[in-house]
């Protein structure tokens, strides 16, 4: 079974700053995968990284994947309020299992 | 983009009772449907594996007696919580693989989740 695990688990950030977000995991994985989640609300997609060396930006985010250091990292630019919330990254297997990481939420202060 | 369903999106029941969740593919078929439970404030649990046609294939430590799973088209799994009880109370959510080549490779969509609290 993957593990994965993400740091930090709370983040609360000026509106302005940088910021970012650790995806590890456990064994290989050559997909991952970064989510968010309102309160109460189901998960939605934000990047899909299926190769090494991977970079995706939508926006403020910016994602990344290292297959060798099995890491990915979630970069967060100029922080506006909107993107207080909670992110996961998941790492998936053989099977397609999604494995989720424990999960940072996000809090920007004005 | 994609969309998955989830009904009911809340149920409330009485220890004891089964409670029948559904996750639909509205515009795909899906291959695989996957079960998952978040307890509030924590990260999503992957419970079971479900494959149309055949049997799910559970998480260690899941119960299959107690959740039970059925994939009965390419379009429906139900997630079925027997004899539930307080501790069973949390939120559910499933997600689907699309079959199509059409939609992104090897990802998930996600369904609105079903929160579950057993009284």
């Known amino acids: 079974e993957l593990k994965v695990e993400q740091n930090p688990l709370f983040l609360s950030m000026q509106e302005g700053k940088n910021y970012t977000i650790y995806c590890n995991y456990s064994?290989?994985?050559?997909?991952l995968y970064w989510y968010r989640q309102d309160p109460g609300k189901s998960l939605e997609s934000l990047f899909v990284?299926?190769?090494?060396?991977a970079v995706k930006q939508e926006g403020r985010l910016m994602a990344s994947l290292d297959t060798k250091a099995r890491l990915s990292t979630l970069h967060i630019t100029a922080a506006v309020h909107d993107l207080s919330a909670t992110y996961f990254c998941?790492?998936?297997?053989?099977?397609?299992?999604?494995?989720f990481g424990t999960g940072t939420s996000l809090t920007v202060i004005p | 983009g994609a969309v998955v369903s989830q009904h009911p999106s809340r149920v409330i029941c009485k220890s004891g009772t089964s409670v029948k969740i559904e996750c639909r593919s509205l515009?795909?078929?899906?291959?695989?449907m996957f079960w998952y439970r978040q307890f509030p404030k924590q990260s999503l649990m992957l419970m079971a594996t479900?494959?149309?046609?055949?049997?799910?294939?559970?998480e260690q430590g899941v119960e299959k007696d107690k959740f039970l799973i059925n994939h009965a088209s390419l379009t429906l799994s139900t997630l079925t919580v027997t004899s539930a009880h307080p501790e069973d109370s949390s939120f559910y959510i499933c997600?689907?693989?699309?079959?199509?080549?059409?939609?992104?490779?090897?990802?998930?969509?996600f369904g609105p989740g079903t929160r579950l609290t057993v009284l």
């Open positions: 997600s689907a693989r699309a079959l199509d080549r059409g939609r992104a490779p090897d990802t998930q969509y």
């Open positions: 064994t290989t994985s050559d997909r």
């Open positions: 990284l299926l190769s090494n060396g």
């Open positions: 998941a790492a998936s297997n053989t099977g397609n299992q999604f494995y």
């Open positions: 515009d795909f078929q899906a291959t695989t």
């Open positions: 479900s494959n149309e046609g055949s049997k799910a294939t559970y």
